[in-house]
């Protein structure tokens, strides 16, 4: 059975930064792309960064503004976002999500829960 | 930056079929945009039921379909049931992987 068991969402003051990670089972790991997507209090979805399988490819919205960067560690199954420059519009349910395939172009397939980031002084 | 547009509610009754449709402002939308589809309930993960403008998962009840109809992407209940009672985001896919939201359906089943 797929998991996808993401943590590390807090509550971080405007300019802070916040590492998230997201722990895969029930698949190889290294065989999927991954993509972090975000929903906002009672908002709708929002694609933030995809990468591929290899770890040698990333995508990032355009509305990041380079403050996030996407990474993996195929050998502990673990998918992470660092973030940085927070800002109050960061303030979102971040969930991880695994692809179909290698490619990051590929969608969203399956979804964690997601984890909490608050933005606020 | 590409806007997808999706009704912002509709609703069938039991027993109803209803179709959703997810636009894009940059013009017809294609297979080529791999349209998505998923669903969330209230209080939890959205859960993916169309790929591909039209395949579905294991998990996919057979009631749903997706396809491409007068250049959107739609996705059609066919006997609605309360549990489909929910909101229902389409995505679609751009230049490099760059993917685009709808802002969601609020599908009430009524």
């Known amino acids: 059975e797929v998991q996808l068991l993401e943590s590390g969402g807090a509550l971080v003051q405007p300019g802070g930064s916040l590492r998230l990670s997201c722990a895969a089972s029930g698949f190889t790991f290294s065989n999927y792309a991954m993509s972090w997507v975000r929903q906002a209090p009672g908002k709708g979805l929002e694609w933030v960064s995809s990468?591929?399988?290899?770890?040698?490819?990333?995508f990032y919205a355009d509305s990041l503004g380079g403050r996030f960067s996407i990474s993996r560690d195929n050998s502990k199954n673990t998918l992470h976002l660092r973030m940085t420059s927070l800002r109050a519009g960061d303030t979102a349910l971040y969930y991880c999500?695994?692809?179909?395939?290698?490619?990051?172009?590929?969608?969203?397939?399956?979804w964690g829960q997601g984890t909490l980031v608050t933005v606020s002084s | 930056q590409a806007v997808v547009t999706q009704e912002p509610s509709l609703t069938v009754s039991p027993g109803g079929t209803v179709t959703l449709t997810c636009g894009s402002s940059t013009g017809d939308v294609t297979s080529g945009h791999s349209p998505y589809w998923f669903q969330q309930r209230p209080g939890q993960a959205p859960k993916t039921l169309i790929y591909?403008?039209?395949k579905k998962y294991s998990w996919t009840p057979g009631r749903f379909s997706g396809s491409l109809l007068g250049g959107k992407a739609t996705l059609t209940l066919s006997g609605a049931q309360p549990e489909d009672e929910a909101l229902y985001y389409c995505q679609i896919s751009y230049s490099g992987a760059r993917r685009v939201f709808g802002g969601g359906t609020k599908l009430t089943v009524l």
């Open positions: 990468i591929s399988g290899g770890g040698d490819s990333t």
């Open positions: 999500t695994k692809s179909g395939s290698v490619s990051p172009r590929d969608g969203f397939h399956m």
């Open positions: 591909d403008t039209s």
